[in-house]
Structures are given as C-alpha cells and as structure tokens.
C-alpha cells in the first residue's frame, strides 16, 4: 500500500506551479530568511588571532658571558668546564673562569651561575608535540612553549602529512617557530597503507642553524599505533604474532627508494619481527656502503639478542624511549623465555661503542619531561601518575650511567636529526642552544633525577624560558604567554541567541503550525537548499590544499544550522501524526546537536564534542529514516517522496564506512558532504514546492494508525 505514491523513479524534474500561489507575506518571509541567515554568516566573519609572536635573531654582537658554574660540553676533550662565552647565536669559547672572563669587553653581560649546572638544549629525536597538538588542546605556539620549558631546543617531528606541513611551514616563515624543528614525511601510515611519495616534492635540507628542516621519510613496519607490534612469538596464546606491515621486498623498494633520493629514512619497528626485517632491508639498500644519511628505526622495544650488534655493524641508529612504563605497561608482559629481548639499552650501548644511540619522548604517549626519561634510562623508575613504580626483576640491572644518558639525550640524539655539527654539544663555532638546571644530575641521588628542574632555555643565544625565581640568569626577561589557538566560535552572546532560535523555532511550529507553515515553508526551504550548497562547496573544497581543520570544522556550523531550519519548516508541513512529528523532531535535534558540537564545545578539540557530532549526525540520519517512511505516501513531499528515507539511510554509509576505511582517510566525511549536499539541496528544493492545501488530510485515520 505504500508503494501507491512511491514515485521516486519516474520524477517529472519539472517544477509544478499551477494552482499555488506564493505565500501571502513572502516579503516578511524573505526578510526572515535574510535575518535567519545572518546569524551563522557571523559565525564566519570572525577574525583569527595571530598564531605566534615573531622571534627576533639573537644580537651578532653581544656577547655574554657564563662563569662559575659546571658546564657538561658533551664533547670528548673537555667534557667539564666552568665558563662558556656567547656571541649572539654561536658559542664563541669554553674554558676555566679565567679564559672565559677574560673575553669581557664593555659590553659583556655577566651571569654568574653560582655553581648550577649548564648543559646542551635537550634533543627529542621522535615527538608528536607539534604534529598532534590540536589533540592536545594547544596551539602550535603553546605547543613549542612546552618543549621549550622541558629545555627541548631540537626536536623530531615524526607524523607529517600535507596539512601539517603546510601549518608549520607557515609558522616558521612568520617567524613564529622557536624550537629547531626536523620533519618527518609519512610514507605509510600507522596501519599501514601507503601514501604514495608525495614527499619527492619536498625535498630535504641541510642548512645549518636553520629553525625548521624536512630530513626524511617516516614508514611504520609494524604495528602499535594501529593494530598489534609484529613479535616472534605470542604475546598471550591465541592472539597471534602481531602486524608485519609489508613484506621484505616491498619494504626494500619503500626504503630504497627514500635512500636514492636522499631522505632519511625513520623505520618505526616495535616487535622484534619488524626489527628484523627492518635490519635486513637496510643492510640490502646499504650493501655496505656507509650510512650517511643517518636512516634510523624507532622505538626497536623488542630486539633479539643476536641482532643487536648489527646496529653498529650498519650504523642504524636506535631511538629510544627513556621513560620505562614500568607504572603503566602497554599490554601484558613478554613471556619469561622472551623478556630479555625487551629494551636491552645496555647491551645496544655495550655492543655497539660509537653508535650514537637516540632518545626520544613520543610525545602524547610518553613523558614531555626529560627528567622522568633520565630516570628511567639510569634506574628503569617510572613516576607515572607520581607514585614511583619498580621495573619487572628481568629488567632491573638493564640501566645506563647518567653521563651514558644525558650524552644520548642531547648529542647523540642530534646525530639522529641530522644536527650534531650544528648543536647538541656546547663548543666553539655550535649554535648556543642550551639550558640550566637546578640540580646537577651527575651528583644527584638517581631516584630523585626526576625532581630536577629547568631554570632557562636558550636557542640560537635568545632567551626563550627562564624560571621565574631565576631571574639573575636572564636578566631583563620576561616569560610571553604562548598565543592559544584560535578561538573560531562566534560570540557568545551570538552562539546563545543562535541556540535560542533553534529552540524557538519547534516551539513556534508546534504552537502556531498552520500560520508557521506558511511563514517558515520558503525560509526553511531556502535554508535547506543553502545547506546543500554549502554541503557540496565543501565537498568540492575537501579535493584541495583549501582544507584545514579550522575552516572546515568552522564551516561545518553553518550547513547544520541551516539544516535544523529547514527541519523545522518540513515538522510544520506535517500536520498529522505524532509519528512523523516525533521523527522530524529527532531530525531536528539531530541537525542542532551537530551543529553545536563545534559551536558550543569548540571544534571537536574535545571528547564531548566529538559525542556530540555523532550522536548528532546518527540522530539526523534516524529522523530521516523515520520521516521518510512515513513519507512514503507523498504526505508533505508528494513527488520524490522516498528521498529523505534515502538520505537518513545513506548518512549512516559513512558513519559506518569510518571503522573500516583507513584512519587517515578523508573518504567518510566526503561521502557524508556528498550525501547531505545531494540530499538537501533537494530536500529544500522540496520544500518550497510541497502543497499547501491539505488534500492528503482526508486519508482516513486507519491509515494513520497504520503508519
Ligand atoms: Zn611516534
């Protein structure tokens, strides 16, 4: 009985006007629409705050000069000494108090350092600190303000796709990026696809003393970020041995092709399966020739013990994580015949003299601060969640000498990121990247390394972080406020009136629904047509480098407010049956939960934001089902009637399409743009064209009770 009216396939695309009149205040309709629309347009008008505060380089001239404290050079000859002069962004000399302050001139600045000790800027050889920090609520700025308290100066940037690397490089070209930046261009992605080698056209660099370099080329061998690290063995019975992501020759062939054309390439390998193979290719795409190009492998937590040697043997460099997670393991514990496989630090360091082994925090999934990765590296102590945890009884005596550690986290790590001739040791003619601190680690009791703390930050001889009560190191300075990131929500006075009106809205179709129809049909039609439009530009943007996460999550907003008015036009139309009321009420609340997902709790930067878009878009979809079945009959559509039923349904295509396709990929939400864009453009189109006679009022209610 349905069917009588399901004329989808056989729609005349002809616009039937005869008989229907436009609404009698179409004027007062129009104007309502226009000021309907203002609204979200102010939404868009909003300005973006600046992203940073431009560095200034370092004085060529001035010079200042440390003394009195314990300076650890991390160089061969002279690993201790007491001075260290300045001059603008280069160390001019290290030496005795008397060499140093020798060099005064007029204009010298003097800081005594009363016995602190002064040592090279940190190095995190692997973060996702800048890469991942919209996830982390923080701009890019505040971002780098956190290395830069954590005395990181140089750092690895290991997750670059398009998008971020258009953001950074934007920020450096301003004048922005304050920390040395070494960038990371996937190639495959944490689970594996591939991502084609848009990289070639970036191509690396090598300019010393530069802030930000592209140094090579990520690939993920196995598993960790995305399904399981590729073992041996099994880690529980029955769960298998973990994710190998390619096989040995197309690893080879990613791997070679990265080497021929000059990259350094970072092999993420976790389980010992994937260290293996990662070996095994690089010593084939090596065939004895020197590693020059410094290729690493990243985190290596499992290795067996024959293949550690091979490290050196290839010159491959390990990075690895300081910060043990003895507090919070990542899964259950490797089976006993296995675990001396696990983080064998010593042995890497003992088999291996000369192979600059590197450090890294892995920012979100590990410590920002150093310290807790120095104790880990000394002690294997984790202070996760603060309460100190001992390491498994297999790992106890598996440490390395602070000296060992602290060299790796600076020097040797600055080897990974392609810099140990530009900074990573304090000597003449190096880049004054370095840091004080409050407490020297060599003599510490090593439970406490973790205690330690950061009195001053300088990059490039600039003063970037000082501890406020250490103001005699950085005279004249004042700690800045990291510029937060863009607040892209309107108004609050606006996005409160904006709620409003969408509450008002149902109100008034429900108290009011003839005369409501009558007014609301165009406005909500031409809304619904808007979001459709607006729906496929932003389709149509997504195939371009237009897309960032910013505008597209700010645009969102507009089509979904528009989509919750034209909502309520069609829940006006309805004039019979709770059924379809309820339904278009669902659709409704749906369209406003989506859109105040990124109006009200800002951009998805949040679980609840993120709950909200899905609870919103699912809650639409349903509406649509449900509305659109029992639209079946041509109620208020007459003619393509079957279409919202056919919209709801395809909504839901990509909603579950998102846990199958890739993480990273942007098919889903096209799929959704497309769909909405298609759907309500036709929809509102509909709108405007449904009869308003109330012919279909004289079904008879059995009819009704039916549906
Ligand atoms: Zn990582």
Redesign the pocket.
């Known amino acids: 009985m349905a069917r009588r009216n399901f004329n989808l396939a056989s729609i005349p695309l002809v616009i039937e006007s005869s008989g229907r009149k436009l609404p009698g205040r179409a004027n007062q309709a129009l104007i309502g629409c226009g000021l309907l629309l203002l609204l979200p347009l102010i939404l868009i008008t909003c300005g973006r705050a600046p992203e940073g505060v431009p560095r200034e380089p370092a004085d060529p001239s001035r010079l200042t000069l440390y003394f009195n404290g314990t300076i650890l050079t991390m160089t061969e000859g002279q690993p201790q000494v007491e001075g260290m002069a300045v001059r603008g962004e280069k160390i001019e000399a290290t030496g005795s108090d008397e060499e140093i302050l020798a060099l005064k001139d007029g204009a010298a600045a003097l800081i005594d350092l009363d016995g602190r000790v002064l040592m090279p800027g940190f190095v995190d050889a ?3 600190l800048l890469n991942d920090h919209r996830s982390q609520g923080l701009s890019l700025d505040e971002a780098q303000y956190q290395a830069l308290k954590n005395g990181i100066t140089s750092l690895g940037t ?2 670059v796709d398009e998008s971020f690397l258009r953001e950074i490089q934007t920020f450096d070209e301003s004048g922005f990026l304050r920390v040395r930046s070494g960038l990371y261009l996937v190639a495959s992605d944490p689970c594996g696809s591939e991502k084609g080698a848009w990289w070639k056209e970036h191509p690396p660099s090598r300019v010393p003393g530069e802030m930000l370099r592209i140094n090579g080329v990520k690939i993920f061998a196995d598993g960790g ?1 995305c399904g399981r690290v590729a073992l041996s063995f099994e880690l529980q019975p029955g769960q298998g041995t973990g994710d190998l992501w390619f096989t040995q020759d197309e690893l080879q062939a990613m791997v070679a092709e990265v080497d021929a054309a000059g990259y350094q390439a970072a092999i ?1 390998a976790i389980g010992d399966r994937a260290v293996v193979q990662a070996l095994d290719v690089l010593e084939t795409v090596l065939a004895g020739r020197p590693n020059t190009l410094h290729h690493r492998m ?2 290596v937590s499992v290795i067996p013990p024959e293949q550690i040697a091979r490290f050196g043997e290839l010159g491959i460099v390990p990075v690895l994580i300081g910060e043990y997670p003895s507090c919070t393991p990542y899964g259950p514990p490797i089976p006993g015949q296995y675990a001396q496989m696990e983080w064998p630090w010593r042995a890497l360091r003992e088999e291996n003299p000369g192979l600059p082994l590197a450090w ?1 925090t ?1 920012v979100p ?1 590990q410590s920002p601060n150093p310290f807790d990765h120095l104790l880990g590296f000394a002690t294997r102590l984790d202070t996760a969640g603060r309460a100190v945890c001992p390491p498994a009884e297999a790992l106890l005596d598996d440490t390395l000498p602070v000296e060992e550690a602290l060299s790796m986290m600076t020097i040797q790590s600055a080897y990974a990121l392609g810099r140990d001739e530009e900074v990573g040791s304090l000597a003449p003619g190096k880049y004054a990247d370095f840091i004080v601190l409050a407490a020297n680690p060599l003599s510490v009791e090593p439970a406490k390394l973790a205690e330690n703390r950061v009195l001053l930050t300088v990059v490039g001889g600039r003063t970037e972080y000082c501890w406020p009560a250490s103001q005699e190191l950085c005279p004249g300075f004042a700690n800045r406020t990291a510029v937060p990131l863009p607040d892209l929500r309107p108004p609050t006075a606006v996005r409160w009136l904006a709620a409003a009106l969408l509450l008002f809205l149902p109100l008034a179709a429900m108290a009011t629904r003839r005369r409501y129809a009558s007014h609301m049909q165009p406005i909500s039609g031409f809304s619904g047509i808007l979001a459709g439009a607006i729906w496929l530009a932003l389709l149509f943007m997504s195939f371009f480098p237009l897309w960032n996460e910013d505008t597209s999550m700010l645009l969102l907003t507009l089509p979904a407010f528009l989509m919750a008015v034209g909502t309520t036009g069609i829940a006006a139309l309805w004039r019979r049956g709770w059924f379809g009321t309820l339904a278009l009420w669902l659709a409704l609340l749906g369209a406003i939960a989506f859109s105040e997902s990124s109006v009200v709790s800002g951009w998805f930067r949040n679980d609840l934001g993120w709950g909200l878009f899905i609870l919103g878009l699912l809650g639409h979809a349903i509406g649509l089902i449900l509305f659109g079945s029992v639209n079946l009959r041509g109620r208020v559509f007459p003619r393509w009637n079957a279409l919202p039923l056919i919209v709801g349904l395809l909504v839901l295509l990509p909603l579950a399409s998102s846990s199958m396709l890739p993480e990273s990929s942007d098919w889903p939400i096209r799929m959704l743009l497309g769909v909405l864009g298609g759907g309500w453009l036709v929809i509102g189109w509909l709108t405007i064209q449904a009869p308003r006679d109330s012919s279909h009022e004289q079904m008879n209610d059995a009819e009704q009770v039916v549906l």
Do not use: M, P, Q, R
Request: glycine share 0%.
């Open positions: 692997h973060t996702h290991l997750y970020s993420h990243e985190h890294h892995d999934f």
